[in-house]
């Protein structure tokens, strides 16, 4: 399977502008707005966002230890709700290896634990949210057909803002990675900013 990985180059460039505590937190949010984040893992980037913007955050996190760890980190916060499970293209299980913040169903190192998966839109209608004010994505190499899944069902047209670590290790990464981004420009989104194949932002024009 896959080894993922970023590209080394950018991640230099996004350490040197301190891209985690500047472009990752810096958005257009309201104590109303609505965030959503894929692959919640132990709430780090949830918790700075939350501080921040004291905003209503809905955490998605598939592995069972790591969302205990966010339900019992956010249990006091009412505008924070937690989902068990992992977001797909159908709602479906699958495998998933457990390795830390890399964990995932495209590199078979770690324990593997099966997890359910739900489509976006499908959590959508449960949380009865019509619009997404940011969603984050950091799904270890499953970004690429959940947002060919997102262009080809319109369901991309709830959110206003797209930020998403692409990986490489994926076949056609690349390739995959140019499509997408093609198909956000035609759908109206615009770059808000980039550092390819660590962390780049879509905001609708």
């Known amino acids: 399977m896959a080894n993922l990985h970023l590209d080394q180059q950018h991640l230099v460039r996004w350490r040197e502008h301190s891209g985690d505590y500047t472009h990752s937190l810096e958005h257009n949010l309201t104590s109303d707005s609505v965030v959503i984040d894929l692959g919640g893992f132990t709430g780090i980037w949830a918790e700075q966002i939350i501080k921040r913007y004291n905003c209503n955050v809905y955490l998605v996190e598939p592995i069972f230890e790591f969302w205990e760890i966010l ?106 990675h140019k499509t997408i981004c093609s198909r956000l420009e035609k759908r109206g989104f615009k770059i808000k900013y980039s550092y390819p194949f660590v962390w780049e932002a879509w905001t609708k024009i």
Request: proline share 1%.
């Open 71 to 176: 339900t019992k980190k956010f249990e006091s916060n009412t505008k924070v709700r937690t989902l068990q499970g992992a977001v797909g293209v159908s709602n479906e299980n699958k495998i998933m290896y457990i390795s830390q913040d890399s964990t995932s169903a495209n590199s078979e190192i770690g324990k593997p634990e099966i997890v359910e998966c739900k489509t976006l839109d499908y959590m959508l209608h449960q949380w009865n949210i019509e619009e997404v004010d940011l969603l984050q994505i950091n799904i270890e190499g499953d970004e690429y057909e959940l947002l060919e899944y997102m262009l080809d069902t319109g369901v991309v047209d709830k959110v206003k803002t797209l930020q998403v670590q692409f990986h490489l290790g994926i076949k056609d990464a690349v390739e995959k």
